[in-house]
């Protein structure tokens, strides 16, 4: 079912956040600052986070992903903690402890520059990345990478739709056609339900909501531990 190297040409559409470039480990770092800042003697750590995470959940379907619905469920998580509107000052610390997600430079992950480079002379390579399309574009643009893909696409879901117009739009063969990423719920399962094969290179910081089971027995469905690994297979 693997592609291995020097077999024909093929199409690899590949995410951005957590497969690219470490993504959620920035907001796992400003979710433990607020902790810290919240954290009082009657309030359990883990039921913050919990709140925050069903918080989290509910605004990603109203209002999509980025780090403005972030900051909107970090306040909104405080306002239910303490069953009031948060004040001013308050508003103003979230921000503070958020500002590091809007820095323009990302942290690619290892290999991928040279992963890329080679592929990119063995098969088409596409990226598909969701989320708030004037943040996304920064990172893309902070990366570097925008030129080993024949083309890069924002959307503000990756549901089997998504996938799907995608390969109507670029006539792509779905038999010769592959999704990598790092989340289940995004990346794999909606691709698969396209008729797309998957790679699943999982991230340690993936964020809770993208998790999801996969089929053990879907022989469409690669994994890898490291994106290098790529090479051995495509």
Request: glycine share 6%; hydrophobic share 40%; no cysteine.
């Amino acid at each position: 079912m693997h592609t291995p190297t020097g077999s024909p040409r093929q199409v690899l559409i590949f995410d951005a956040d957590d497969t690219l470039w470490e993504n959620n480990i920035l907001f796992e770092r400003v979710i433990d600052a607020y902790l810290d800042w919240v954290a009082r003697p009657t309030l359990d750590r883990t039921r913050v986070r919990s709140l925050l995470d069903e918080v989290e959940a509910a605004n990603a379907l109203t209002h999509g992903y980025g780090s403005k619905v972030f900051v909107r469920s970090l306040g909104e998580t405080l306002e239910r903690l303490n069953a009031r509107p948060a004040t001013d000052a308050e508003l103003r610390h979230i921000d503070e402890l958020a500002v590091v997600l809007l820095r323009n430079r990302v942290e690619l992950v290892p290999g991928v520059v040279e992963t890329l480079t080679t592929l990119g002379a063995r098969h088409d390579l596409m990226l598909l990345t969701k989320g708030d399309t004037e943040e996304q574009q920064r990172k893309i643009d902070a990366s570097a990478l925008a030129h080993h893909f024949r083309s890069t696409h924002i959307v503000p879901e990756k549901g089997v739709d998504a996938y799907l117009d995608l390969t109507r739009a670029h006539d792509l063969v779905p038999a010769t056609t592959w999704m990598i990423g790092n989340s289940p719920k995004s990346d794999i399962l909606p691709a698969r339900g396209a008729g797309l094969g998957a790679v699943f290179i999982p991230n340690a910081h993936t964020w809770v909501l993208e998790q999801s089971e996969l089929d053990p027995l879907d022989d469409r469905v690669l994994t890898l531990t490291a994106f290098p690994e790529l090479l051995k297979h495509f």
